[in-house]
Structure formats: structure tokens, C-alpha cells
T-cell receptor
Framework: DVKVTQSSRYLVKRTGEKVFLECVQD?????MFWYRQDPGLGLRLIYF???????EKGDIPEGYSVSREKKERFSLILESASTNQTSMYLC??????????????FGPGTRLTVL | QQQVKQSPQSLIVQKGGISIINCAYE??????FPWYQQFPGKGPALLIA?????SEKKEGRFTISFNKSAKQFSLHIMDSQPGDSATYFC????????????FGSGTQLTVLP
């Protein structure tokens, strides 16, 4: 079974703190993604990576950065956390794209609260 | 700009009934349309997907209907069961560097016993 794990299920941080969210996948997938999920807004793509050290901005990259030093690990970084970044963060991975879409496999999510 | 619009936001159906969730998209470059199912405390998981060269795809009680000219697609759940109670997301993607998905806003389905 594909497994995507996220470092924490719940996280509480204070405004201005630097926050690291870690994601690890065990299926040798090329692509990895970070989303945030908010009620009524669905899943919105923050950043994605299609190879080690490669990254691209998604729809809402402001206030976030990412790092992918190893194929299996993709980190989301909040340089200076703000209250409007309180959300559920979901990591996903997928194999290299075929001509048509590939399934994305999601982790269980990290619920981040910024006080 | 919301490129995939999903409705309704919530849906309550009696056991054995038909659940219907609708999505509309704007970008004609989209060529892959999956539906994801999410249970509380879990990440979303792929339920069923369709490509625009077919108008319908059925897997068990789940059917996607696709209307390319109207840029709409929908999920039908036949004989809905309480175990189907979950949040459903439609999505769309186009050929690109990682086949990233654009998701709809989600529908919370409750199937009453």
C-alpha cells in the first residue's frame, strides 16, 4: 500500500514562529504536493514538486516555502506564521504523469492552529 | 478565480436514494476529471475518474456523467448507504509538469439510515 505520512496530526504555534510541516512517502513517487483545506474552499494547492530540488508555485504560495532535498520527503515551511494560516494541511504524492492523470495519494493531514 | 465550481455544499439523502453532486469547469485544457472521497480524520482518496473522450463511467454504485460541450460533470451514487457519508471533491487537471489537480469546494454527503 502507498503510504504518505505527515509529521504531526495537530500542531499549535504562535504568531511569528517558523513552522515546519514534514511529509514522507514510501512509493518512490516523483510528484509531491502541499494543499491547505478550508471549509467551503476545498483543497487549494500551495506548492508542488516534480523532482528532487524542483518546486513550482501552486495557487496560494504566499507566506509559504518548500524544500525537497530527497525524493521521499517534501517539507512545507511557514517562515512567520500568521493566524490566517490556521488550517488543515494535506500532503500528497503521485507517480510521474502519464498522458492522462495519475492518482494522488494523500496523507492524513496536519491541523495547524496559529495563536 | 475558482476554476472548478461544485454544488451543492451539503446533501442529505435517505438510505437507498440517489445522491447527485455537480461540478462545472472553465478551463477547456482540463482533460482528466477525478472524484475524491474523504472520511473524517482521513486524507482524500480517489473514488473514480473520467477522461473527456467518454460521456459516462460506472464503477459499482458510482457513476460519473460528463458533458464536454457544457463543461460539466457529475457524480451519481446509486442506492446510497450510510457508509457513503463523507465529503466528496471533484477535481480537474491538464497535462503539465506534475498533473496538479484543481479541486472543487467539496460536498458533505450525509446518508440517513
Amino acid at each position: 500500500d502507498v503510504k504518505v505520512t505527515q509529521s504531526s496530526r495537530y500542531l499549535v504555534k504562535r504568531t511569528g514562529e517558523k513552522v515546519f510541516l514534514e511529509c514522507v512517502q514510501d512509493m518512490d513517487h516523483e510528484n509531491m504536493f502541499w494543499y491547505r483545506q478550508d471549509p467551503g474552499l476545498g483543497l487549494r494547492l500551495i506548492y508542488f514538486s516534480y523532482d528532487v530540488k524542483m518546486k513550482e508555485k501552486g495557487d496560494i504560495p504566499e507566506g509559504y516555502s518548500v524544500s525537497r532535498e530527497k525524493k521521499e520527503r517534501f517539507s512545507l515551511i511557514l517562515e512567520s506564521a500568521s493566524t490566517n494560516q490556521t488550517s488543515m494541511y494535506l500532503c500528497a504524492s503521485s507517480p510521474i504523469q502519464g498522458f492522462y492523470g495519475n492518482e494522488q495519494f494523500f496523507g492524513p493531514g496536519t491541523r495547524l492552529t496559529v495563536l | 478565480q475558482q476554476q472548478v465550481k461544485q454544488s451543492p455544499q451539503s446533501l442529505i439523502v435517505q438510505k437507498g436514494g440517489i445522491s447527485i453532486i455537480n461540478c462545472a469547469y472553465e478551463n477547456t485544457a482540463f482533460d482528466y476529471f477525478p472524484w475524491y472521497q474523504q472520511f473524517p480524520g482521513k486524507g482524500p482518496a480517489l473514488l473514480i475518474a473520467i477522461r473527456p473522450d467518454v460521456s459516462e463511467k460506472k464503477e459499482g454504485r458510482f457513476t460519473i456523467s460528463f458533458n464536454k460541450s457544457a463543461k460539466q460533470f457529475s457524480l451519481h451514487i446509486m442506492d446510497s448507504q450510510p457508509g457513503d457519508s463523507a465529503t466528496y471533491f471533484c477535481a480537474a487537471s491538464r497535462f503539465g509538469s506534475a498533473r496538479q489537480l484543481t479541486f472543487g469546494s467539496g460536498t458533505q454527503l450525509t446518508v440517513l439510515p
